[in-house]
């Protein structure tokens, strides 16, 4: 994560419509949702909850217990 005291501003997405063109953007170019979320942060100021509203949820891995013998 960038230093939060950068010299020069990011740009920042509010617009609904302009983040969401961003989110798809850079889905192609990322290769996890994490990507993505790196990406935003790290170049544009971003309302959070709106780019969460607008990422697919991940379903957590199931965890199996192994079996008794």
Same mark, same amino acid.
């Given at each position: 994560?960038?230093? #939060?005291?950068?010299? &020069? @501003?990011?740009? %920042? &997405? =509010?617009?609904?419509?302009? &983040?969401?063109? #961003?989110?798809?953007?850079? +889905?192609?170019? $990322?290769?996890?949702? %994490?990507?993505?979320?790196?990406?935003? +942060?790290?170049?544009?100021?971003?309302? =959070?909850? #709106?780019? #969460? $509203? =607008? &990422?697919?949820?991940?379903?957590?891995? @199931?965890?199996? =217990?192994? %079996?008794?013998?």
């Amino acid at each position: 994560m960038p230093n #939060a005291e950068t010299l &020069l @501003p990011r740009p %920042t &997405l =509010l617009n609904p419509g302009h &983040l969401a063109d #961003a989110v798809d953007q850079l +889905t192609h170019h $990322a290769g996890s949702r %994490t990507d993505v979320w790196r990406l935003l +942060t790290e170049h544009f100021a971003v309302d =959070l909850d #709106a780019v #969460a $509203a =607008l &990422l697919p949820c991940s379903a957590p891995e @199931p965890h199996w =217990l192994p %079996t008794r013998r």
